[in-house]
């Protein structure tokens, strides 16, 4: 006697699964890749002031004593920032850039590199001391102007640029 086994086919599954997958992860990519965009277009651009605006001259001791420098300052402003603040918290500005002077040594003077750092530090604490210092949300802004190669002293706060007008040791 022989018996036959039938064999029961397998179940087929359907491609309706497959589809629903798919769509479900294209369209969730797809709607958090518009969010993201449009939370960008929302922020608001940093647009650079078209006007410098002078400081002063300063003349410090550096850092140990030794050396002396002797600069003239100008900075440019973000451009919807109001001048008259700039201007009313002169004092505070000076101060701050003096003491940001007063802490280099001479050693940190030396390539062309070691002065755009001391102007870094020149923006970052006069906006600190216009009580704008950025926010760590701040730092991703990206400028609405041409900024090459991240030439800006600073994205955020009031002082985007400072300029040398005068430099020099002894």
Same mark, same amino acid.
């Given at each position: 006697?022989?018996?036959?086994?039938?064999?029961?086919?397998? /179940?087929?599954?359907?491609?309706?699964?497959? =589809?629903?997958?798919?769509?479900?992860?294209?369209?969730? @990519? @797809?709607?958090?890749?518009?969010?993201?965009?449009?939370? +960008?277009?929302? /922020?608001?651009? %940093?647009?650079?002031?078209? /006007?410098?605006?002078? =400081?002063?001259?300063?003349?410090? *001791?550096?850092?140990?004593?030794?050396?002396?420098?002797?600069?003239?300052?100008?900075?440019?402003?973000?451009?919807?920032?109001?001048?008259? +603040?700039?201007? *009313?918290?002169?004092?505070?500005?000076?101060?701050? %850039? %003096?003491?940001?002077?007063?802490?280099? *040594? =001479?050693?940190?003077?030396?390539?062309?590199?070691? =002065?755009?750092?001391?102007?870094?530090?020149?923006?970052?604490?006069? *906006?600190?001391?216009?009580?704008?210092?950025?926010?760590?949300?701040?730092?991703?802004?990206?400028?609405?102007?041409?900024?090459?190669?991240?030439?800006?002293?600073?994205?955020?706060?009031?002082?985007?640029?400072?300029?040398? /007008?005068?430099?020099?040791?002894?």
């Amino acid at each position: 006697m022989s018996e036959k086994v039938a064999e029961v086919p397998k /179940k087929k599954k359907g491609v309706l699964p497959v =589809i629903v997958a798919v769509v479900l992860v294209l369209g969730g @990519g @797809g709607f958090f890749a518009y969010r993201a965009k449009t939370a +960008k277009a929302d /922020k608001p651009a %940093i647009v650079l002031a078209d /006007k410098e605006i002078d =400081i002063d001259e300063f003349l410090v *001791n550096l850092q140990g004593g030794a050396t002396y420098l002797r600069t003239k300052i100008a900075v440019k402003l973000r451009k919807d920032f109001d001048e008259a +603040k700039f201007k *009313n918290n002169m004092g505070a500005v000076q101060d701050a %850039i %003096i003491l940001v002077l007063r802490s280099t *040594n =001479i050693e940190e003077l030396r390539s062309a590199e070691d =002065i755009r750092r001391l102007k870094r530090r020149i923006a970052s604490s006069v *906006n600190a001391a216009l009580g704008e210092a950025p926010s760590p949300a701040d730092k991703t802004a990206k400028p609405a102007v041409d900024d090459p190669a991240g030439a800006w002293d600073s994205r955020t706060g009031p002082v985007l640029e400072v300029f040398f /007008k005068s430099f020099a040791t002894q």
